[in-house]
C-alpha cells in the first residue's frame, strides 16, 4: 500500500468517526423503524447503542434488498439461448 492509499484510508476513518458521534446525539426510536411490531420496542431496547446497532441493521437490509432488485434474479434459468446453449 502506498502512501496516497494510506492518506485516503485514514481520511476514510476520520470521517466514519464523525458520522458516528453525530448519530450520538440523535435519539433511535425502534417503533417508527419497526412498524409491523406490535411490542413497545423504545421500552424493550434501552440502551442507544442497541437501538443504532439496529437501525443499521434495518438499513443494511434495505440496502440489500435494493441491491437484489436492482439485479433482478430470477429463480428459473434463462433460455434465451445464449452462449452456454449446447446444439
Known sequence: MDRKD???DDRNDDSQTI??????DVPVDLNVLFTEEERD?????????IRRFLK?????QRDVE??????EIDDTPDN????????
Open 6 to 8: 494510506r492518506m485516503d
Open 19 to 24: 458520522d458516528e458521534s453525530a448519530s450520538d
Open 41 to 49: 420496542l423504545n421500552r424493550l431496547f434501552t440502551d442507544s447503542r
Open 56 to 60: 443499521d441493521v434495518r438499513k443494511n
Open 66 to 71: 435494493r441491491f437484489l432488485k436492482r439485479l
Open 80 to 87: 434465451s439461448g445464449g452462449p452456454h446453449e449446447v446444439s
